[in-house]
């Protein structure tokens, strides 16, 4: 890794001031006549390139030389909880079957737990080429130690080329770990990913505040792992079943780990907005949350769920869950109305893949009228009394 280099001998309490002052990230540390860099340098190079001469250098790591060519496959991570596979599994493995159109590489579902053969069968319905199941009691619940343990062993063994996993918490836990015990890169939080012919991973997310789309590659390491939020893809369609099923040996990697499972405590089941089939979302339109009351009919009458933005979040209005975008969740209903949503691109990343998009604003230029199917120009509190009629209209229209 490339990294910025202090010269000591270069430094005394006048060069440390001026290093201290001209870095805009607050990295540099002096204490007892000693100058350290902490982890907020984002290696910007001002401090070489601007600080005293020779006090500070630029380090720049030798690039690594792999052979690209013996690393094939391209894996999913299925993430079970109660013996059943979270369903970003199978848009996952959707979206792997997509990219070996371009490689030709072999898709492949990674499962690991206890008696959840099952689960390796159900991968295989999804038209997946090689299942590898690790199947031991001590799989049973999720432990980061082990659980990376097996990803060392499987890629050792199989060198795979990428390695998806879903943005879970778990996923969010877990691949970072695979991440620094593999020595290679993770981009979190992607919402595209494409692939070059010759196997190159294009990681695709929001960078910047959402302000623009960063396009990640791994051109020195293998394997290219990234973690793709829920809802992003679809799930293939079932086939007739024509993968193979590896039954892997655990033995050598059941070994002690420091964290010790006390007690599992499950937290109430609560509706998840991101399964949500019709989802009303509300923005700052709304002047009081009593106003809120108004949707309330259209809300039964469609069996909606309420998502809203993040300002309504802060000011209290929603539990976070609610949340929809960039920082909350993402949707995909098969009908989603915005009232009042300005579509701020961190809003829209988290929902423009609905089926069918309403949107009421006053304002003509509302970004959410370029992806909307319908688009209402008008004042929600005068257009929301006469939404049902609307609706009505549409669904006969769509039908
Ligand atoms: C790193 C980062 C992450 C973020 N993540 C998210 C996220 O996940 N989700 C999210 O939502 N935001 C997120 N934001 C905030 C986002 O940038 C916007 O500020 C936010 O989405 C705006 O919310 P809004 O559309 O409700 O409010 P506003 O921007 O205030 O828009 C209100 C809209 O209502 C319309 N309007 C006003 N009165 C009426 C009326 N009477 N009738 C009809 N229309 C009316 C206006 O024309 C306007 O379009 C994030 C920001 C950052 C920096």
Redesign the pocket.
Known sequence: MSYIKVNQDKINDEIAKKLIDICPFNAFEYTDAYLSINASCKICKICVKKGPEGACEFIESQKVQIDKSKYKGIAVYVEIHNQEAHHVSWELIGKAKELKEKTNEKVIALVIGDQVSHIAEEALTYGVDEVYLYDHPRFKEFNVEIYTNIFEEFYKKYQNNVILYGSTPRGRSFAPRVAARLKTGLTADCTMLDITSEGELLQIRPAF??NIMAKINTPNHRPQMATIRYKMFNAPKKVTPYGVIHHEKTDAIVKDTTIHLLEIMHKPKVSDLSDAEVIIAV???FKKQKDLELIEPLRKRLNAEIG?????IENGWFDARK??????RTVKPKLIIN?????????IE?MKEAELIIT????IN?KLFDISHYSIV????Q?LPELNLLIDSIMEEKS
Do not use: F, W
């Open positions: 505040g959402g923005g700052r339109a809203c933005t993040r300002p309504l949340q929809i975008g960039l920082s909350g009232l009042g949503i300005s579509g701020a691109v961190q809003y988290g009421v604003n006053s304002d509302n008008g004042d929600i509190y257009v």
